[in-house]
């Protein structure tokens, strides 16, 4: 075999590599796909999703029962000129999402409220929902001003069964999913 084609070889298997860790590293995430900012005659709205992808890890351990607690939370502040931030509020919520192996479904509590959805996909949508979430209250806005609201959301380990905390929180990335903080601006 000539040494031309054998590297050509080698750079096409790295490339096969890189495309298979790039797709694993891509399919265990949270990303946030829109967060609008909308007033309305009292508050400001937070509007928008988050994606969530599962790793098989974590569909197995749903579907086995485990039910999975994630965190969405919500920070605000208002810019100054002359001194930092103004802190306002911080907000969090969580999401619970279960499967019911009986009935085949699966159960996406936010706020108290449940959601039954027949498909994954469809419950890890309402799961990364930010619909109508109340962030700012407009009568504490000063006009002219500048808000920042960040956002983030994770898997809560610490809501996990014992046995697979520890598993969690020692060595395994699969049990890691987390968004980042994100941030928008609102000008009032």
């Known amino acids: 075999m000539p040494a031309s084609s054998r590297r050509e070889f080698l750079i096409a298997c790295l490339g096969l590599a890189l ?12 990303q946030l796909v829109n967060a609008d900012l909308v007033p309305n005659a009292e508050f400001v709205l937070l509007e928008g999703y988050f994606d969530i992808q599962l790793s098989q890890t974590l569909e197995n351990a749903l579907t086995k ?9 919500v920070d605000t502040s208002r810019d100054r000129d002359w001194w930092f931030s103004d802190t306002m509020d911080s907000f969090n919520r969580s999401v619970r999402l279960s499967y019911n192996a009986l009935l085949r479904q699966y159960l ?7 959601s039954v959805h027949e498909t994954l996909a469809d419950a890890l949508r ?46 395994s990335p699969r049990w890691q999913l987390d968004s980042g903080w994100l941030e928008r601006i609102f000008k009032y």
Do not use: C
Not at 19 to 30: G, Q
Not at 65 to 73: A, D, R
Not at 108 to 114: D, N, S, W
Not at 150 to 166: A, E, G, R, S
């Open 19 to 30: 495309l298979a860790l790039a797709r694993t590293a891509s399919a265990e995430t949270i």
């Open 65 to 73: 029962g485990v039910n999975l607690t994630f965190v969405q939370e």
């Open 108 to 114: 996406v509590t936010v706020a108290g409220a449940t």
């Open 126 to 171: 309402a799961a990364g929902d930010l619909r109508a979430w109340q962030v700012l209250n407009l009568k504490n806005l000063h006009r002219k001003s500048n808000y920042r609201v960040q956002l983030h959301m994770y898997l809560d380990v610490t809501q996990l069964p014992k046995p697979i905390q520890v598993n969690a929180l020692a060595s």
